[in-house]
């Protein structure tokens, strides 16, 4: 399916971002980006790039465009170059001087375009002893302290997948930085560079903690606090068919309605009474043991207690909250989150589905003025092409509707 010509509502509406393909975090901020509105191009490599996702179901690249340039090819920086030139944001993923070395890094850029906001997506950042060295989410989270936080005592710390550290430390901060900056080229005329880390993002998400840790309200060791699965009325507890709630009756009025709907309010300690939190931890779960995750979810229906059924991916579209908010959407066969936030003004949605790699040179090529996107074939051949990646995208989809 080939991106609309013109982007879609959104309050980045009228925003050109560059895309240089990557994976992980710079494709999700990107495709942030792309949900607001903007009109993003991702400039994908011949032979493809990133992990063993098939393109027809990465939705990281939905609301995008693909245009494909070896930038290894003698023409090619120079076609990425015409890309920056015209446009209000790059994004790229590289390793620190990558960049430079394929004529594509900022210096470069910023001659060509003094207003581009330049966003730089690493691990490690630019600059410091690892710069250069490989590494993934859970690296980057091990090194800040977060990974540390998660897991029982006595086992080893839990992978938050990879949303803590790629999307949230990551993405989150990059469109916060870009968008930032974006706002200052806009009222001066000068660009930048957005040096974007993901072991700086996954800190400063600890900001409040180490405001505790310096206070004395924070132990500096895993599962012991408020937060982290010390508490007892905080945390996640096993049902009868081996499903989970989760349970987060902070409050003495939550924890009070909590007790007395679970049905051990005559015993239950005083909440803060820590020398009883073990107990009472065994008092909880042994009493969630007794029946199911959905009966247990209608007990605490409607009630202030703080309770909540651990739902899977596949379930948690067709819960009832969930759903009449319309926070999962299908577009193209694939249920998947809908764009958020929310805005009153200017709305935002789901346009296209997952962008297949140079599918949209012609359009790109004809909307942006670059006719260097098509050196070797004429605007009404990459068309050809983008209506054959179209049609084999439909076919997939169609075939696995019926697996």
Request: net charge negative; proline share 6%; charged share 20%.
């Amino acid at each position: 399916m080939s991106v609309a010509k013109t982007p879609g509502h959104g309050p980045l509406a009228g925003v050109r971002v560059v895309e240089l393909a990557g994976i992980g975090p710079g494709p999700f901020a990107a495709m942030l980006l792309g949900d607001l509105g903007a009109d993003v191009v991702r400039v994908d490599r011949p032979g493809g790039a990133g992990l063993a996702v098939n393109p027809l179901y990465d939705v990281t690249n939905r609301n995008k465009r693909s245009v494909i340039v070896d930038l290894k090819s003698p023409g090619g920086p120079d076609t990425v170059l015409d890309l920056a030139e015209r446009a209000d944001i790059l994004i790229e993923g590289y390793r620190p001087g990558v960049a430079e070395r394929l004529g594509v890094g900022p210096e470069t850029c910023h001659t060509r375009n003094p207003r581009l906001v330049y966003g730089r997506m690493t691990g490690w950042g630019q600059q410091g002893p690892l710069a250069q060295r490989a590494g993934h989410d859970i690296a980057y989270l091990a090194l800040t302290g977060t990974l540390g936080m998660t897991g029982a005592p006595g086992t080893p710390p839990v992978a938050p997948a990879n949303l803590l550290g790629d999307y949230a430390g990551g993405s989150l901060y990059l469109v916060v930085g870009v968008l930032a900056a974006l706002h200052h080229a806009r009222a001066t005329g000068a660009g930048q560079v957005v040096d974007a880390a993901i072991v700086d993002g996954a800190s400063h998400l600890s900001a409040m903690l180490h405001g505790m840790l310096a206070a004395g309200g924070w132990q500096d060791r895993r599962a012991a606090n408020l937060l982290d699965g010390g508490c007892p009325f905080y945390g996640t507890y096993e049902t009868a068919d081996g499903q989970y709630v989760a349970v987060g009756a902070l409050e003495q009025q939550f924890y009070e309605e909590f007790v007395e709907l679970l049905g051990i309010g005559d015993r239950a300690p005083a909440r803060k009474d820590t020398a009883a939190w073990g107990d009472l931890r065994e008092t909880i779960a042994a009493r969630f043991k007794t029946r199911t995750r959905d009966e247990w979810t209608a007990v605490f229906e409607g009630s202030d207690a703080c309770v909540a059924p651990v739902l899977s991916l596949r379930e948690a579209p067709h819960h009832a909250h969930l759903a009449a908010r319309g926070t999962f959407t299908d577009f193209g066969g694939i249920t998947q989150p809908a764009p958020a936030p929310r805005f009153s003004a200017t709305h935002t949605s789901v346009r296209t589905g997952p962008a297949q790699p140079g599918a949209d040179t012609a359009d790109v090529a004809h909307d942006w003025g670059i006719a260097g996107l098509l050196p070797d074939a004429s605007a009404e051949t990459a068309a050809d092409t983008a209506v054959a990646t179209a049609d084999a995208s439909a076919e997939a989809v169609a075939a696995k509707d019926t697996d």
